[in-house]
């Protein structure tokens, strides 16, 4: 099983930035794709931005221009950094992904890093 690790959420006034990080435990599995997503008091979860392993990304259209998602140099590994932040951006976000070894294929969900926007 391939557990997801967050980090980087707090609190940050409007305006301010932030960056989550997000790293897979099993080394085993490649990702295919892997991403964030959010979800706000009474919301569904919603897709923020998610990255595949040939570098292309894809952003909610709330987000684009704002928030930036990367792969990191150490395996299955993913940023997102998050600039121009408002209000409505807080939530709590989650990592995702689906990967790959010689024999299946998985998914997995990491528990969540609160963002908080407020002044």
């Known amino acids: 099983q391939v557990q997801l690790v967050e980090s980087g959420g707090g609190l940050v006034q409007p305006g301010g930035s932030l960056r989550l990080s997000c790293v897979a435990s099993?080394?085993?599995?490649?990702?295919?794709?892997m991403g964030w997503y959010r979800q706000a008091p009474g919301k569904e979860r919603e897709l923020v931005a998610t990255i595949t392993n040939d570098d292309a990304p894809r952003y909610h259209d709330s987000v684009k221009g704002r928030f930036t998602i990367s792969r990191g140099n150490a395996k299955n590994t993913v940023y997102l950094q998050m600039n121009g932040l408002e209000p409505d951006d807080t939530a709590v976000y989650y990592c995702?992904?689906?990967?790959?070894?010689?024999?299946?294929?998985?998914?997995?969900w990491g528990q969540g890093t609160q963002v908080t926007v407020s002044s």
């Open positions: 099993e080394s085993i599995f490649s990702f295919i794709v």
């Open positions: 995702n992904g689906l990967f790959k070894s010689i024999i299946r294929t998985t998914t997995a």
